[in-house]
């Protein structure tokens, strides 16, 4: 049987506060017993209320959290609206004074960003990583078919049409043309690595991919579905994003 656990709450501000709260609890937590918290965060709108309300989470020292990259685009600068590194500066970043980041440099060197951050990744092990789920089902932008056998920490992926028209949606870009067709994203398997994982998924265009991916088979042209194999993982769902839900605990392969 699968170990992830689902949370349902009324509503995406409900959604974040609750998932901050147990966000905040782990952090606190590895501080205390290794004296650093290595977490990867996650961007889009879909995490809004999330960070908010983490960032606002009393008694975590932040002079000891590590943060990870979890994707960004190819070619796009730090300066632009839907930049990823932006987003983490003004969300998280500045708001809470962390020292320690690593960041994906997208409009630069993108192979060499992926070597010398995914090494960083790889010293040692991860004790929390944030993620979303994609429209199409993707984590991160594994966008499906994904590839759930690479060991490498970091890839550099095409992104589908699917995926760069939520980005349009949600307001990042004027168009699907403006959206870049590359960009680099943590591999499913070096996610799978983190010793825990909070899903946040609120909305209800993201109810189909939540469906599929709780409820369906595990698998590539599903990417999220995978999932539903880590062995402590929870999932924090609005009203919304569950409304196509018709079993209460997803069952895994």
């Known amino acids: 049987m699968s170990q992830l656990q689902i949370r349902i709450v009324s509503d995406k501000d409900s959604l974040g506060r609750a998932a901050a709260e147990q966000a905040a609890a782990s952090i606190r937590r590895a501080i205390q017993q290794r004296g650093v ?76 960003s992926v070597a010398e951050i995914g090494r960083e990744l790889q010293r040692e092990p991860v004790d929390l990583a944030f993620v979303g789920i994609g429209e199409n089902g993707h984590l991160a932008f594994n966008d499906p078919p994904a590839d759930f056998e690479t060991d490498d920490p970091y890839l550099i992926v095409q992104l589908d049409h699917k995926c760069r028209q939520q980005q349009v949606n949600e307001g990042w870009f004027g168009s699907v043309a403006e959206v870049p067709t590359q960009a680099i994203s943590m591999s499913v398997k070096q996610i799978m690595r983190a010793r825990e994982i909070i899903v946040v998924v609120p909305d209800e265009r993201k109810a189909q991919a939540v469906k599929n991916s709780l409820e369906g088979e595990i698998m590539p042209m599903v990417p999220a579905s995978i999932l539903r194999r880590h062995p402590n993982a929870t999932i924090y769902l609005d009203k919304d994003s569950a409304a196509l839900l018709t079993s209460a605990v997803p069952t895994a392969t």
């Open 37 to 112: 918290a290595r977490i990867i965060a996650a961007t889009g709108a879909s995490q809004f209320e999330f960070l908010d309300a983490l960032t606002a989470a009393p008694n975590i020292d932040w002079s000891c959290v590590e943060v990870f990259h979890l994707d960004e685009y190819i070619g796009l600068p730090i300066t632009h609206p839907a930049s990823f590194r932006k987003y983490l500066l003004e969300r998280l970043i500045n708001k809470t004074g962390i020292t320690r980041y690593h960041f994906l440099d997208g409009d630069g060197d993108a192979r060499r």
